[in-house]
């Protein structure tokens, strides 16, 4: 049974540029968070999704988007790259009211 | 808003020995989930216990148990008989009860467990 999937793993872009990062939630869960977790610091919170709508939103610009398909499968967008997006982000799947199941991430570097 | 503390940058512990890492929580919700996750330098993070707030017991988990003191605000993960694998980075987290709730996380602890 995979558990949660995550492409590509590692990611450098240009500041300016936009990027796409996907998840695979895990067999069964239909719920998919997104977060980022800068070196050193703790995972922040940026948006989680369910039946295909975001249904809560953490502190981040509006560069930051996401989508889920009718496969609970998810993409991260984000826009207009700054030097600080620069970080892992962590995708995790669950049920709504689950501890989530998170996968390796997705390191990404903007230069 | 809630809010999670983690005090020790990083921890030391023997091999087979017990440690304790502190977790203290804010919030202003009546109910509510705490969480302990082991992140490895893989970067995957594992879950590893879940305590509720209305919870009259402390949670276990084979090695793991959870020392909750409500009226405290405290979530301190317990890891007894401590191996090598044990080394990698702790988070406490916590999350609303109820769907659709953001999870927030701590600093984060470094534990190295040493042979």
């Known amino acids: 049974d995979a558990g949660v999937t995550q492409s590509p793993t590692h990611l450098i872009k240009t500041r300016g540029q936009q990027v796409t990062l996907r998840c695979s939630p895990k067999s069964g869960h239909d719920t998919v968070s997104w977060y980022q977790q800068a070196l050193g610091q703790g995972p922040q919170f940026i948006f989680q999704y369910y039946e295909e709508e975001e249904r809560q939103r953490g502190n981040f610009p509006d560069r930051f988007s996401g989508h889920q398909f009718p496969n609970y499968s998810s993409e991260l967008n984000v826009n207009a790259l700054l030097l600080g997006d620069s970080a892992l982000y962590l995708c995790?799947?669950?049920?709504?009211?689950?501890?989530?199941?998170f996968g390796s991430g997705t390191r990404l570097t903007v230069v | 808003a809630q809010k999670i503390t983690q005090t020790q940058p990083g921890m030391f512990v023997q091999e087979k020995e017990a440690v304790t890492l502190d977790c203290t929580y804010d919030t202003s919700d009546p109910s509510y989930g705490l969480f302990w996750y082991k992140q490895p330098s893989s970067g995957e993070m594992i879950f590893l216990i879940y305590?509720?707030?209305?919870?009259?017991q402390n949670a276990t988990e084979g090695r793991y148990s959870l020392n909750f003191q409500k009226a405290r605000k405290s979530a301190n993960l317990v890891i007894s008989a401590s191996q090598l694998g044990d080394s990698a980075m702790y988070f406490c987290?916590?999350?609303?009860?109820?769907?659709?709730?953001?999870?927030?996380f701590g600093t984060g602890t470094k534990l190295q467990v040493i042979p």
């Open positions: 995790a799947s669950s049920l709504p009211t689950g501890p989530g199941t």
């Open positions: 987290a916590m999350r609303p009860s109820g769907g659709y709730q953001k999870v927030t």
């Open positions: 305590q509720g707030s209305y919870d009259q």
